[in-house]
C-alpha cells in the first residue's frame, strides 16, 4: 500500500506498515475507521520501535493525534491492567497486536456500582470496540508475556471517568501519553 492509498482501497488490501496505517487514516472518516483497523496486518516487532514500558504500569504511546481522532499503541507487562473506565463519550477501537487482553465489561447497577456484563480474552489480531452505552471496561494483560495493542479513539480522549475501587465511585481521571512518538 502506497501514500496514493485511498480509501476505497483499505477495505480490499491489508495495512502493511505503521506509516501505512497513518496514511489510511489520514484519507477516512469516523465510519470507515473500523474496516481500517480490520486491515491492520502488523505484529508486534512492527510496532516495537514506537512503544516504551514500564514494571510499573501499563504505557501509552501517541503515534498520531489531531482534533479528529488519535492512535496510541498500548504495551503491556504480563498481569498490568487499566482501572474500569467510560471512554469520555468518544468511541474507541482497539486491535491485539501481540499477546492476550482479557475485556471485562460492566454496566452500573442500580446502585451505581459496576456489574460485571461480559468477561472475553482477546488474541492477536483480534479487534475490539466500546462505546460509553456499552459500559466501562477494564482490560488486563492475562497471558504469560508482554502484550501490545493498538487503540484508536475519535475523538481524542484527554479525561475519562475510572472506578475508584476504594471509594466505590467513578472519578475522573486525566489521561497522559508515556511517550510521543515521530512518524516518518
Ligand atoms: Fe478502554
Redesign the pocket.
Known sequence: MTSSTNSTQILTENINSVQDLLSCMASLNKSQFNACINAVDLSGCDFEPYGSWSDVHYTRNCLYCDEQYEVILLCWEKGQF?PI?D?GGEE?W?KIISGSLEETIYKPNDLGEPTLIKNSVAHAGHTTY?IDFMGC?R?KNVGNERAMSL?IYAKPISRCNIYDESELRYVPKDLVYHSIVEIK
Open positions: 487499566t473506565h471512554h474507541c482497539v466500546m471496561h482490560l487503540h
